[in-house]
């Protein structure tokens, strides 16, 4: 009797046990189940960087050239032109040949062998005290006085970009300018219109890979 009360017993303490360690595995398998999914979170797209290559490093005066890249959309290569004067440089696309060094060092104007593309980049200093607001202003008004129909005026931060037709409406002009309290950084274009499919993705790049010289006193 005495030896079959403790195998009962025995029975019971071990079934209690599988009972308590079952309900634990639930619970750890309800808490699982509830959990989110921890997911990792991309990285922000970075800006385009245009291909760079030196396929035509004499394209440009003071350039220099970097190792050829692939995979990006544009169909021509790059070549990063560097202004020793103000200390910026920008991708400008190597089919273009560089124009008659200004006197003042301040810049240089690139083209197409057709040239009716004009692309040009420049540094000056800010005399007149400009914000990237009054610098906008000013351009545009200047370019509504020929006739021009603008299509595009944006000031975010330091810089301002501008964009429209010519008064015939054949020609686009666009002006994307950085503004600091003592001197201006600046990109502009004048293309065909019916270059546009063409021109814009170089516009793109341009933009993007424009960057500012340290030398902010010009």
Not at 61 to 85: I, K, M
Not at 96 to 116: E, I, L, V
Request: proline share 7%.
């Amino acid at each position: 009797m005495r030896d079959r009360a403790r195998n009962n017993r025995g029975s019971l303490m071990y079934e209690r046990m599988l009972t308590v360690i079952g309900l634990t595995v639930l619970a750890i398998g309800s808490v699982t189940a509830c959990s989110p999914a921890i997911r990792s979170v991309p990285n922000p797209a970075s800006p385009m960087t245009p291909p760079v290559t030196s396929t035509n490093g004499t394209a440009t005066t003071n350039a220099t050239t970097t190792g050829a890249t692939s995979g990006n959309a544009l169909n021509t290569g790059y070549v990063t032109y560097r202004n020793e004067r103000f200390g910026f440089s920008v991708a400008v696309p190597s089919s273009f040949a560089a124009g008659t060094p200004p006197q003042n060092g301040d810049g240089m104007s690139f083209s197409p062998k057709d040239r009716r593309v004009t692309l040009s980049v420049y540094g000056s200093n800010n005399v007149l005290g400009d914000t990237p607001a009054s610098a906008a202003a000013s351009y545009v008004a200047q370019q509504k006085s020929k006739g021009s129909r603008v299509t595009l005026n944006s000031v975010h931060g330091d810089h301002f970009t501008a964009s429209g037709y010519d008064s015939t409406g054949t020609t686009i002009w666009y002006e994307h300018k950085i503004v600091f309290s003592n001197v201006e950084y600046g990109i502009d274009w004048e293309y065909p219109a019916s270059l546009a499919s063409q021109i814009d993705p170089q516009v793109t790049a341009t933009v993007r890979s424009y960057v500012p010289g340290p030398n902010r006193a010009g």
